[in-house]
């Protein structure tokens, strides 16, 4: 798929379980709603990842802004330029600092640099 350059891309991942998914496009959104037990690496995406509700999920990803919603036992490796949201009833969370070599064009197509 080749998407022009003023196109928005906003990716929602809802109520996925015992799954691994790959996702390395640019974004400017992406929401993770109501997963467990699931593996997701988001490449660059451009403005937030909401991860709410959701239990035992890893998520990878390199964005401005993180927010953490109602989340349980979740491990987050983040490149992020902003520190992440924590809010809603979240327990047993882990937040690490991810380095993933992207290509620099993805990255400057969202705005990251």
């Known amino acids: ?15 996925c379980h015992d799954s691994v998914i790959y996702i390395l496009a640019p974004l400017r959104l992406a929401t993770v709603y ?8 988001l490449g660059a ?3 937030s990842v ?3 509700h959701c239990e035992r999920v890893q998520i990878i990803a390199a ?5 953490i919603a109602n989340c349980r036992e979740c491990v987050f490796y983040l490149g992020v330029n902003q520190q992440p949201l924590l809010v809603g009833d979240n327990h047993k969370l882990q937040v690490c600092f991810f380095c993933l070599l992207l290509f620099s064009l993805s990255l400057k197509e969202v705005s990251l640099e």
């Open 45 to 47: 995406v451009g403005k």
């Open 50 to 52: 909401k991860v709410e």
């Open 63 to 67: 964005a401005k802004r993180m927010c």
């Open 1 to 15: 798929m080749v998407l022009s350059k003023n196109e928005i891309v906003v990716l929602q991942v809802l109520n």
């Open 34 to 41: 109501g997963c467990s037990d699931a593996t997701i690496l």
